[in-house]
């Protein structure tokens, strides 16, 4: 795909992009797809590219991410297995012992410098899976067995693709009849509107991933401010969401334990925290061979950071995560009870 018109002037901060989703790529099984022809049918002026495999297109070889998610391409395909996944060492289980995942999407909007999916996927275009109904089928199975609880906006955000996919309303009307079922719907979006076109379920907790402004202007490219998130935190608690905050990943910046500080200070003074669901701690840390990619893909400084390495995942050293866990625990202990903070640690 040409990421750019042909006609792009030379000087390279003005080459214009294509915009996200201008080029949708569909296997042909996936175009036969009601759930595809909702998603085309809200991009009509998509110019639509038929392929035989999504691999064709998200697999080759030699791709920029970085430079792709500037023109990011829709790729509709349909998966040959359900999407459902136990979930990960890395990944908080908030208390849960049958803790599952969902990837039926694969890839963000948003640009995060220390993006584990950038040391997963080859490609920075976004898959969509539209044969949802498998991994419902597949999730019925499980809730068959007892209770679960499933992340299903992980590797991706479910909510910021909400206008142009809506697929957490497909999963708020699953859950909404499944009374052993919790989902965990993780975002770092802030639309207020896109939240009211929802209906309000207590089978699902919003996870809003807070973090400092330095830290989302130096390397969470394309997210809202902290502001926006704490209104959309305020909005969805007035709207009957449960909200849990997630603190999680907490990045080594520069003056750390100051900078996140002033951020408890705005979070306190923005939400009834009495309110909040629960909250999530944890420092930022990733497996051995997603950090080997992200390197060669995406030198800068998180990738570059002097981590160590514990049982296959890199982390910060005691001297500089143990401060900062140390004060999200004073802070957030001071607003909620200690059983409802849970903390990841290597
Ligand atoms: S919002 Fe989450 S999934 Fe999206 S790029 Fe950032 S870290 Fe990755």
Known sequence: MSLMHSDSPASADKIPYRSAFSVVYAEEAALAHPRAQRILAGLPDAEVIRCRDYREIFNRPHQEPALQKKAQALILAVSDRARVYPGAPVCQDFGNDRFYYTSDVMNCVFDCEYCYLQGMYPSGHIVVFVNTEDTFAELDTILSDGPAYVCISYDTDLLALEPK??????????????????????????????????????????????????????????????????????????????????????????????????????????????????????????????????????PCAVTYYPYELTDGVYHYPTEIGEPLVELALRRLGAMLPRDRIFLWSV
């Open 165 to 298: 996919l809506g697929l957490v309303a497909d999963w708020i009307a699953f859950a909404s009849e499944r009374p052993t079922l919790t989902l965990e719907l993780r975002t770092k979006s802030a639309s207020c509107a896109v939240l009211r076109s929802l209906p309000v379920s207590d089978r699902v907790i919003l996870a809003l991933t807070l973090s400092p402004d330095p830290v989302i202007r130096a390397m969470e490219h394309r997210t809202p401010p902290l502001s926006a998130r704490l209104a959309l935190a305020s909005g969805a608690l007035d709207l009957g969401w449960k909200v849990r905050l997630c603190f999680d990943p907490m990045i080594a910046v520069h003056n750390a334990v100051a900078v996140y500080d002033k951020m408890f200070d705005e979070v306190a003074a923005a939400l009834p925290m009495e309110r909040i669901h629960d909250a999530s701690v944890g420092l930022f840390r990733i497996s051995r061979e997603y950090l080997k990619e992200m390197r060669s893909r995406r």
